[in-house]
């Protein structure tokens, strides 16, 4: 079901944020941070969610999604005008497809895909790299029960993931020689004990770090409180526009939430 554009007057870019858990859970916080840089009302795209992949359906208990380059977005984004803000867009959490046994080179190629749709909008794009340091500090007993307990169908092993994980930050990296995109690094001190998921106390400072790529007003001044209930209010609330619940497609119209002062959120 494609969202279908209101009258918003885009007083600020829109933005266009993809990823799977990292986004996910500081969703609230990035939201903030966007609205204390930019004017009201924004108007955000995103397509996240834990476990996501980029290209295939991936599932999480009983919810499933798609792939992100299959997913509505694609279509329910506004087509680009003369004279409109340039639009922002972030890739973020690249490597899950790595841990459902993906190559680099099939997840380079749906990342390419999201460029290409992001550049027909004449899109400022900021991609992060993989944990390739905090993963070097993976241990091959954590590594082996992580797989067996959660992708037994995976058989990679540590090596060969550091391998991707290498290759893939390689060719993300050679991105950066492009117009219009920055690859922002992924530094050890991120990421504590879990390898792939930020640390807590880290979330501020980094996503500060990543978004300054966008050149947004007064950012480095800002100040985010931390809430546990904001993450859990992004799960559970933020329907996408498609997702398998128990195996059966449902649909939901977007925007899912309009914010008091006009800022409208659509997922996907």
């Not at 070097?136 to 058989?155: A, I, K, M």
Request: glycine share 6%; proline share 7%.
């Amino acid at each position: 079901m494609t969202a279908v554009p209101g009258e918003i007057s885009h007083t600020s870019p829109p933005i266009i944020l993809l990823g799977a858990s990292n986004l996910t859970r500081d969703f609230p916080l990035i939201l903030r941070l966007l609205q204390s840089s930019l004017k009201s009302p924004l108007d955000i795209y995103t397509a996240m969610g834990h476990g996501r992949s980029y290209g295939n359906w991936s599932r999480v208990l009983y919810r499933g999604l798609p792939g992100i380059t299959r997913c509505e977005l694609w279509d329910a984004f506004p087509p680009a005008l003369s004279g409109n803000p340039t639009p922002r867009a972030l890739l973020t959490d690249i490597g899950n497809d790595l841990i459902y046994g993906q190559s680099a080179e099939t997840i380079l190629g749906w990342v390419e895909h999201c460029i290409q749709q992001l550049r027909e909008h004449q899109t400022q794009i900021t991609i992060t790299l993989l944990p390739e340091a905090s993963l070097e500090r993976l241990s091959s007993l954590r590594f082996e029960l992580t797989r067996r307990l959660f992708f037994p169908n995976n058989p990679a092993s540590l090596a060969d993931l550091k391998s991707k994980v290498r290759d893939l930050n390689q060719s993300l990296t050679a991105l950066a020689d492009q117009d219009q995109i920055s690859v922002v690094s992924a530094p050890q001190e991120w990421y504590g004990f879990d390898p792939i998921h930020y640390r807590y106390s880290q979330r501020v400072s980094l996503w500060k770090t990543i978004l300054s790529h966008w050149d947004l007003p007064e950012l480095n001044g800002m100040a985010a409180r931390n809430h546990w209930f904001d993450s859990f209010y992004a799960i559970t609330k933020l329907t996408p526009a498609t997702r398998r619940r128990w195996g059966k497609i449902m649909n939901k119209t977007q925007p899912v939430r309009i914010l008091n002062e006009g800022t409208r959120i659509s997922v996907f």
